[in-house]
């Protein structure tokens, strides 16, 4: 059974930083790309960061680019995400998301870690 | 960046009924994905490749569409059919979702 599990998760002042982790289970992690997804508070979903196969490749989106880097350990089946100058519309559930085939499509997802930046 | 436009926003069917989500998006994509999200859960995969349902999803549900057009259709809506249903495109960076469609039961 594929499993995803986030931690790291909490609250943190803005411009601090703030990893967070998922733990990979029931599949061959280092066969698949990864990815975080974010969804604030009564929002709708934002895809933050992919992370290639070997993690010599990485993609952000601009709101995140220069802040957020995403990395992973084949060997640990583990899946990070380091967050840095955290803004308070960074606050979100950060879910951890394998993606697939034709079109990329997200197919298994963790159940969600909450990020609160706030002062 | 690709924009996909869902509507409607929210809707209400009552059991039995047939329901139909659009999405549409700002430029011709190759598929388009669905997402199931219940209050309080993760996300999950209903429909991807634009018609293929996930494993698990009942066979009452069905994908559709091409270039920037794009549907999800509920052939006789149940209870537990209520929930938001994202569409997703990821065949151009970067990846985006449709804001979103909350169905609910009339």
């Known amino acids: 059974e594929v499993q995803l599990v986030e931690s790291g998760g909490g609250l943190v002042q803005p411009g601090r930083s703030l990893k967070l982790s998922c733990a990979a289970s029931g599949f061959t992690f280092s066969n698949y790309y990864m990815a975080w997804v974010r969804q604030a508070p009564k929002k709708g979903l934002e895809w933050v960061a992919t992370i290639s196969t070997s993690g010599s490749r990485t993609y952000y989106p601009d709101s995140v680019k220069g802040r957020f880097t995403i990395s992973r350990d084949n060997a640990k089946s583990s899946l990070y995400l380091q967050m840095n100058s955290l803004k308070s519309e960074d606050t979100a559930t950060y879910y951890c998301a394998r993606r697939v085939g034709n079109g990329f499509p997200f197919d298994y997802w963790g159940q969600g870690v909450m990020v609160t930046v706030s002062s | 960046e690709i924009v996909l436009t869902q509507s409607p926003t929210t809707m209400a069917a009552s059991p039995g009924e047939k329901v139909t989500l659009t999405c549409r998006a700002s430029?011709?994509?190759?598929?388009m994905h669905w997402y199931q999200q219940r209050s309080g859960t993760s996300p999950k995969l209903w429909i991807y490749?634009?018609?293929k349902l996930a494993s698990g999803v009942p066979n009452r549900f069905s994908g559709s569409g091409s270039g920037t057009s794009y549907s999800l259709t509920i052939n006789s809506m149940e209870t537990e059919d209520a929930a938001t249903y994202y569409c997703?495109?990821?065949?151009?960076?970067?990846?985006?979702f449709g804001a979103g469609t909350k169905l609910e039961l009339k």
């Open positions: 430029s011709s994509v190759s598929y």
């Open positions: 490749e634009t018609s």
């Open positions: 997703q495109q990821g065949s151009s960076y970067p990846p985006t």
